[in-house]
Nanobody, 119 residues
Framework: QVQLVESGGGLVQPGGSLTLSCAAS????????MSWHRQAPGKQRELVAR???????NYADFVEGRFTISRDNVQNTAYLQMNSLVPEDTAVYYC?????????????WGQGTQVTVSS
């Protein structure tokens, strides 16, 4: 069984920074892409950033250079460094990963971590 566990969320003032972590564990053979998504109240879940196993990245337009996604393939962990946060970044942030186990290849979701940007 595979688990994704996010951490690092919290309350931050506008203009502040947070770093989210997503640790994958379990019977993992290989992790392909890892990504961060977010869902604000009353809105659909949306992609924030994605990173391939080789390190190629892509970001949503609203990131505008403020966020950086990275990963540690040895630790099976992805990170999202978020700078210059604004109240509109308030949401639950979810980690997603495409993982190959010894039985199948499928996507997994973490439980989410709350990020609140407020003064």
């Amino acid at each position: 069984q595979v688990q994704l566990v996010e951490s690092g969320g919290g309350l931050v003032q506008p203009g502040g920074s947070l770093t989210l972590s997503c640790a994958a564990s379990g019977s993992i053979n290989n992790i392909y892409s890892m990504s961060w998504h977010r869902q604000a109240p009353g809105k659909q879940r949306e992609l924030v950033a994605r990173i391939s196993s080789g390190g190629a990245t892509n970001y949503a337009d609203f990131v505008e250079g403020r966020f950086t996604i990275s990963r540690d393939n040895v630790q099976n962990t992805a990170y999202l460094q978020m700078n210059s946060l604004v109240p509109e970044d308030t949401a639950v942030y979810y980690c997603n990963a495409l993982i190959h186990t010894y039985l199948l290849t499928t996507t997994y979701w973490g439980q989410g971590t709350q990020v609140t940007v407020s003064s």
